[in-house]
T-cell receptor, first 113, second 114 residues
């Protein structure tokens, strides 16, 4: 069964460093998403991506964040200069249409020290 | 704007007992509603979805949910809890834009006691 994969499963970084979180969506999917979950809080939408551009972003997704689909299979989330409050579980998701179910990856736990 | 409220951050039931996890939503458009389950150290897995067809929706693992417009609710139920149902459950509503973004509730941790 096809699945969304994410690497790494856990990333530890120092405040101010850049991190790149990687996702491989399901191959025939066209819509891609990043969500995050701060420990003990709800899952929050960060950004959606379709047709090689951002289709929607939340207020969390400021200039420190960027997304890219560099090679037609990977979907990455970059945080340019990490802050302590960026510590969270980051989930990637994909779907074949905007109104269909989203398939989620297992998440990357980001710890900023 | 869309929002979701899950009543009860922790629910504890005995094995074999009824499971009831509550979800209320607010939506300015006809809602698309979802329940996801998260097992420890895993991603979110879709249990079921409501997309304006039948109001009683059946999902995987014996779960079902009933859409009640008058109560703006989409509660999740299972007649008989199993130990393997212990997990975190998230209710979500699709945002009003056509990008498909999901707006999640706070989540409910289900504990199943032997």
């Amino acid at each position: 069964e096809p699945e969304v994969t994410q690497t790494p499963s856990h990333q530890v970084t120092q405040m101010g460093q850049e991190v790149i979180l990687r996702c491989v969506p399901i191959s025939n999917h066209l819509y891609f998403y990043w969500y995050r979950q701060i420990l003990g809080q709800k899952v929050e939408f960060l950004v959606s991506f379709y047709n090689n551009e951002i289709s929607e972003k939340s207020e969390i997704f400021d200039d420190q964040f960027s997304v890219e689909r560099p090679d037609g299979s990977n979907f990455t989330l970059k945080i340019r200069s990490t802050k302590l409050e960026d510590s969270a579980m980051y989930f990637c998701a994909s779907s074949d249409a905007g109104y269909n179910e989203q398939f989620f990856g297992p998440g990357t736990r980001l710890t900023v020290l | 704007a869309q929002s979701v409220t899950q009543l009860g951050s922790h629910v504890s039931v005995s094995e074999g007992a009824l499971v009831l996890l509550r979800c209320n939503y607010s939506s300015s458009v006809p809602p698309y509603l979802f329940w996801y389950v998260q097992y420890p150290n895993q991603g979110l897995q879709l249990l079921l979805k409501y997309t304006s067809a039948a109001t009683l929706v059946k999902g995987i693992n014996g779960f079902e949910a009933e859409f009640k417009k008058s109560e703006t609710s989409f509660h999740l139920t299972k007649p008989s809890a199993h130990m393997s149902d212990a997990a975190e459950y998230f209710c979500a509503v699709r945002g009003s834009s056509n990008t498909g973004k999901l707006i999640f509730g706070q989540g409910t941790t289900l504990q199943v006691k032997p």
